[in-house]
């Protein structure tokens, strides 16, 4: 399990050029608006108010860059399929996103994060193909899973890797960052992904 020691508010940027310097691995959070990207980052560093949480979905709208360590970045991307937002705003997000995951040769992983209540929509469906079809490395975390049973968690389970179309064995990572369910597991497994990617 890594150890999170600085974690320091970098950048928001609207395009891939703007990307900071250093080149650091990248670990990107993305999912529907409220799904709790932000939420899981300031529960995985330990920093409250280090990503800005709303109760108002949207909150994100640009790509947040946060450094740990000078180590790697987490990023925080903007929430999509909120349906307040315009249809062209909704558009332009969809493009900062697709811009930022392609041709980024730093994103160790994307973290797909779908709601263990709600479970997986349309547009999360769409993005899992987008992802695949892309060849772009990713896994699903469920978040918010203190909402649920124990015992739901495996039908939550099944239900979200049927609507993504996803093998039966597909790993899914459960989360609540109200609970702190998951988080050492988070933490370890993204310590694995980068050294594998420092070696
Ligand atoms: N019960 C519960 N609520 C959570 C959890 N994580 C987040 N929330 C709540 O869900 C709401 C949205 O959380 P955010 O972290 O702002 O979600 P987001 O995905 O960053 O939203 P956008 O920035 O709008 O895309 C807030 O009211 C959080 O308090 C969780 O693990 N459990
Ligand atoms: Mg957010």
Redesign the pocket.
């Known amino acids: 399990m890594i150890k999170i020691k600085n974690v320091q508010y970098v950048k928001s940027i609207l395009s891939a050029n703007e990307r900071p310097i250093p080149a650091l691995p990248e670990i990107a959070f993305v ?1 529907r ?8 980052i300031n529960c995985l560093v330990n920093v409250k108010n280090l ?5 108002q ?4 709208r640009a790509i947040n860059y946060f450094s740990v360590d000078n180590r790697f970045y987490l990023v ?1 991307l ?2 999509y399929g ?1 349906a307040k937002v315009s249809k062209s705003a909704q558009v332009d997000w969809q493009r900062v996103i697709e811009a930022y995951l392609l041709n980024n040769q730093q994103i160790r992983r994307i973290l797909v ?1 779908i709601d263990s209540k709600v479970g997986a929509k349309e547009n999360d469906r769409q993005l899992i193909e987008w992802l695949e079809f892309n060849r772009a490395p990713y896994r699903v975390v469920a ?5 649920i049973s124990r015992s739901e968690r495996a039908v939550q389970a099944r239900k979200i890797r049927e609507a993504l179309n996803q093998s039966r064995n597909e790993p899914l990572l459960f ?4 609970d702190r369910t998951g988080r050492e597991e988070l933490l370890k497994y993204i310590g694995e992904l980068l050294e594998g990617s420092e070696k």
């Open positions: 999912g608006s409220n799904v709790g990207k932000s939420s899981l990503a800005r949480v709303s109760k979905p949207g909150k994100t925080d903007p929430g909120f994060l978040t918010k899973v203190d909402k989360f609540s960052a109200k």
